[in-house]
């Protein structure tokens, strides 16, 4: 199996822009997770789906960050407009729900808002 | 709030030295306890894990202590080597309810020195 696979690895945009992040569970698992890694804040939980459902959102900052999951394969963060202090490295993890919740990270993405 | 506490936050040790990283928790609810290990550049990845309804439990030089009266459980790191430098998390959830979300420490650097 590849893994969670997340693109892109990096990305650099302007403050203002729209930045949207991508995620690909591991083939089978029902539950995706979001989080946001920084020095200050540590491993923040944004988001996580159940069978595509969002379950809790209560960790999204504000209401520039939006997520959704289409199908059970794929989903996505999206940021608009950004700003520098959304700088940091997201990760994307999954699932099998039920389980003992081992969650499969990806490698991240790490994102830098000028 | 900080579901669970961890400390210290940072940890420099001797090769073949013993690593000792401490977790405290509030909610009883909470019946899974997993270490995640993340290297530099990479997502965390799964330690080891604990139940409550063990005291102990060891992997190779890695072993969980679980006070479950005290709410407290650790990562000892045995034999400590370099290349066990990395940064530790401990986590706790309550997958027996149905949420598979979990509530992260705030992370050990470790550092092991050759």
């Known amino acids: 199996d590849a893994g969670v696979i997340q693109s892109p690895r990096h990305e650099v945009t302007e403050m203002g822009q729209e930045v949207t992040l991508r995620c690909k569970p591991i083939s089978g698992h029902n539950s995706l997770f979001w989080y946001r890694q920084t020095m200050m804040r540590g491993l923040e939980l944004l988001i996580y789906?159940?069978?595509?459902?969002?379950?809790?959102d209560s960790g999204m900052p504000e209401d520039r960050f939006s997520a959704k999951m289409p199908n059970a394969s794929f989903s996505t963060l999206k940021i608009q407009p950004s700003e520098p202090r959304d700088s940091a490295v997201y990760f994307c993890?999954?699932?099998?729900?039920?389980?003992?919740?081992?969650?499969?990270f990806g490698p991240g993405t790490r994102l830098t808002v000028t | 709030q900080q579901q669970v506490k961890q400390s210290p936050q940072s940890l420099i040790v001797q090769k073949g030295g013993i690593s000792i990283i401490n977790c405290a928790y509030e909610n009883t609810a909470f019946d899974y306890f997993p270490w995640y290990q993340q290297f530099p550049g990479k997502g965390p990845a799964l330690l080891i894990a604990i139940r409550p309804d063990v005291s102990e439990k060891k992997e190779g030089r890695f072993t969980i202590s679980f006070n479950k009266s005290a709410k407290q459980f650790s990562l000892h790191i045995m034999d400590s080597q370099p290349g066990d430098s990395a940064t530790y998390f401990c986590a706790a959830s309550r997958p027996q309810t149905g949420a598979n979300n979990l509530f992260f420490g705030t992370g050990t650097r470790l550092t092991v020195i050759p």
């Open positions: 789906f159940n069978n595509n459902v969002p379950i809790d």
């Open positions: 993890a999954s699932s099998l729900r039920g389980q003992a919740s081992e969650q499969y």
